[in-house]
């Protein structure tokens, strides 16, 4: 839905120098409304929970509003905002988290999308203070990469925002101690993609202590898996398994 045309390319060198490129405004709010929409109907946006966010200049944001459930959002509902969290356009009041976000773009001008969402059992994990750090797929070291615990801090705080951010350039996301997770990307469905990525990661993670056991890839296949990253354009450090 709109997929291809709201990829963004995380940055173009041109003459030595950086040139950011910005998504299509019109593709972001579809993605917006789509992302959401999937959140809601795999339960990691209960109720009026989660949110979203896109950048779309160096100064002007597309964000979710607050007391809407995602799985019901229409693109008109969306407000733009500037990187002070000032609203420019649209009649609703962005999410209270949208401090997070922005503290995201302005520590990371390369990322292009936020999304924040409770998928349970990811919460679970963020409620024990537990990352998640246990290399049992290829694809948690190849792809995510480790995902951190961000301290605790009230929702909507700069305390919040800051904690999270934080973590932006070297992860792909982080737990929110006793709250829930947050993921970035290149494009809104960059950021779902790794919202959903972090959850199955909970999910196997959780199902192998259940299990009783805790047989990981070894040290050399971990760094073997590493070294294939650039094949993938992963640059980030995406942290160390234990």
């Known amino acids: 839905m709109g997929n291809n045309l709201s990829i963004a390319i995380h940055s173009l060198q041109v003459r030595g120098y950086v040139k950011l490129i910005f998504p299509d405004e019109s593709a972001v709010r579809r993605d917006i409304v789509e992302a959401g929409r999937r959140l809601y109907l795999r339960g990691f946006a209960s109720a009026n929970d989660g949110n979203l966010s896109a950048r779309i200049s160096g100064d002007a944001v597309i964000a979710t509003p607050s007391g809407v459930a995602k799985g019901f959002m229409t693109e008109d509902m969306l407000v733009k905002l500037d990187l002070d969290g000032a609203v420019i356009e649209g009649g609703s009041r962005p999410s209270s988290e949208i401090k997070m976000h ?95 990525s972090v959850e199955y990661v909970a999910t196997v993670t959780m199902y192998s202590k259940m299990l009783g056991f805790s047989r990981t890839l070894d040290k050399d296949r971990i760094a073997g898996l590493t070294a294939m990253r650039a094949n993938w354009g992963i640059t980030a450090g995406l942290g160390d398994f234990v």
């Not at 922005?102 to 969402?117: D, G, I, M, N």
């Not at 480790?146 to 904690?163: D, F, H, K, Q, R």
């Not at 996301?173 to 993921?183: I, K, M, P, S």
Request: charged share 15%; with cysteine.
């Open 102 to 196: 922005l503290a995201v773009y302005k520590q990371s001008p390369e990322l292009r999308s936020v999304c924040h969402a409770h998928p349970p059992v990811s919460a679970a994990f963020a409620a024990a203070g537990v990352a998640l750090d246990k290399a049992f797929l290829q694809e948690s070291v190849m792809l995510l990469g480790v995902i951190p615990v961000a301290g605790y801090a009230p929702p909507g705080s700069e305390a919040l925002a800051n904690a999270a951010a934080a973590f932006c350039e070297e992860y792909h996301g982080a737990l929110l101690e006793h709250h829930g997770a947050v993921t970035w990307g290149g494009s809104v469905m960059e950021a779902l993609y790794r919202m959903e």
